[in-house]
């Protein structure tokens, strides 16, 4: 009897999964996962497209670094130094010299006192209000922020309000509603992944000293290109030393292979080393991972991250301009190499990406619920990887595709 009961609801189990899955497909919105047979770069192999190399045009590789021989190298030099992995959480014995120096070259990149390394930027947003606020406190959190800032503001106790997407007049009723708390944190994206806005920090940093709040920047999509010398969306406006908090990732820009970070006052990191459970209990992010981010970071400096970033904002010129005047909707700020082309309605992304995988372009249409509803789009991300070539035969194959839809 007991077998059978067991054998019940396991079936229901998969009964519910399976009719939620149906559901998925028949609004259009199943995600299909492309497999690729290549390193992360410009041109990739992929099963997808069995005739030959394809222009990937939807990867975070904003520098190009995913592949680049020197963090290869300094990749491959610390396996022979320091082994594959740590089997081991940081405080315990996961902390190698290697994520020492990391950390520092992170704060010394930002500016700060002090950084902290998770495992990922989505660990790090887990991590951070948990740590430092309770029900004393209130988190202000843009709507549009990115899931793993909601998930991580989910797991602390802080009171919860959301200001309407960039809307600073919102975000100031909210700073007045709560002028009773303890701490009032205004928490941000820098770049909105999905749809290239630029938080304005400027005016967020007056209010913020108007109303005698904390400011927390999520630079995942920033770090690495964005403002002068690649040191995001807080030097971009001038106002690097009136952040609190700098979260940010390694798997984007930044080599691209894992690895997030928190960054700010000694006091704030030392705290989440104490209490931030994603660090506490998740193992050290690997060695070869650390030294290939170090070796990203000492690049940014030097001439071949100035040139990456040079070549990175021709790219974005280049394909926003011309892809609005071919009549497209084109989503975010101009300068932002995350560019959405709005197309609404998520059967017509996705046919869309697949014509234009048909003539060698990999790029992806996005949907409820990763966008909202009747918001879907295909958003390109260009990279210092690709050649004014490569962008041209991208726009180019936007243009027919469009035609041959009816867009």
Do not use: W
């Not at 007056?206 to 690495?224: Q, R, T």
């Not at 970070?261 to 050290?284: C, D, H, K, W």
């Not at 000492?298 to 100035?306: F, I, K, N, S, V």
Request: proline share 3%.
């Amino acid at each position: 009897m007991m077998r059978q009961t067991m054998n019940r609801l396991r079936g229901q189990l998969k009964a519910v999964a399976a009719g939620e899955i149906a559901k998925i497909r028949e609004a259009g919105t199943f995600k299909n996962e492309r497999v690729i047979t290549s390193p992360q770069q410009a041109y990739i192999n992929t099963s997808a497209h069995p005739s030959g190399p394809v222009l990937n045009f939807c990867a975070n590789n904003y520098l190009g670094l995913s592949n680049n021989p020197q963090i290869v190298k300094a990749a491959h030099a610390a396996l022979d130094s320091h082994g594959f992995g740590l089997s081991s959480v940081r405080f315990i014995c996961g902390t190698q010299d290697l994520h020492k120096q990391l950390e520092k070259s992170v704060s010394t990149f930002l500016g700060t006192e002090d950084t902290i390394v998770y495992p990922s930027c989505f660990d790090a947003n887990a991590g951070v209000f948990e740590a430092l606020l309770n029900e004393q406190d209130a988190v202000i959190s843009d709507e549009l922020n990115h899931a793993s800032i909601i998930d991580g503001i989910r797991l602390c106790k802080a009171q919860r309000f959301r200001y309407t997407h960039l809307d600073m007049a919102v975000l100031e009723e909210r700073l007045k509603e709560t002028q009773g708390c303890r701490i009032r944190l205004i928490v941000t994206d820098g770049v909105f992944s999905m749809d290239g806005d630029v938080a304005p920090l400027d005016k967020i940093v007056a209010l913020a000293e108007k109303y005698d709040a904390n400011i927390f920047v999520d630079e995942c999509h920033a770090s690495g290109f964005m403002g002068p010398g690649g040191r995001g969306v807080p030097a971009l406006f001038g106002v690097s030393d009136k952040i609190d908090i700098v979260n940010g990732t390694l798997g984007k820009a930044l080599g691209g292979a894992s690895g997030g970070f928190s960054s700010g006052s000694a006091e704030i990191v030392t705290l989440q080393r104490q209490r931030g459970r994603p660090y506490l209990f998740s193992n050290a992010i690997a060695p070869s991972v650390a030294a290939g981010s170090l070796q990203a970071l000492r690049m940014l400096d030097g001439a071949e991250g100035a040139a990456a970033r040079a070549q990175l904002s021709k790219n974005t010129t280049q394909f926003r301009s011309q892809m609005k005047a071919a009549g497209f909707t084109i989503l975010g700020n101009d300068q932002c190499p995350i560019a959405p082309v709005l197309l609404k309605d998520a059967r017509l992304a996705a046919q869309f990406s697949e014509k234009m995988l048909d003539k060698g372009i990999y790029v992806i249409g996005f949907s409820f619920p990763v966008v909202p509803k009747e918001q879907a789009r295909i958003r390109v991300q260009l990279s210092a990887a690709h050649t004014t070539e490569d962008v041209q035969k991208a726009v180019d194959s936007f243009i027919v595709t469009k035609k041959e839809l009816g867009v």
